[in-house]
């Protein structure tokens, strides 16, 4: 970690990728030697540009190069979430309490079939399948739903420009109810952002 970019209060700076197919379905990594599931990321470097970051996350962990996407879009803001204290390292400095993340929304041009995970230091991963937009936020950790949704829901345009699909109905009404507080302050952030 002593390359990571942490902020002044713990936040490590990353990267989230969004690949979607011409489909209209989205890439879900299964993490390897576990069951759990979501989007390729990882860690911006001290003084790296988050877009470059990206595109090195994105040959890292699953193999392609920047030919084989088209860069749709990426929030306007950092998105950030607080990890559990059960996962907060309090051994490591500078301490790390959660991270914040830059999302770009890409879309694939090249075959499946350049997926690969061998290009990393240490694979992150081990299997992919392809989703229904909203899925992945019924299948990450759940301190990273918040995140993931507001994501989807901020870079939805790039794919779906009409509208988006709508949210899963299996959503729990507490869910509804927080990713229903990130809807309108994005949409006073928008306003405000529009004179």
Known sequence: MSNDWIDAEGFRANVGIILVNNEGKLLLCGRKGSKGWQFPQGGVLVGEDPVEAMFRELREEIGLARDDVALLGA????????????FVRWGSQPLCVGQKQLWFMLQLVAADGNLRFDLGDEPEFDRVRWVDYWRPVNEVIYFKRRVYARALLELGSTVYPLSLPPRPGWWPQRWRSAFDKDIAALQRETEQDDP
């Open 75 to 86: 929030t306007e803001d950092w998105l950030r979430y607080t990890l559990p204290r059960k």
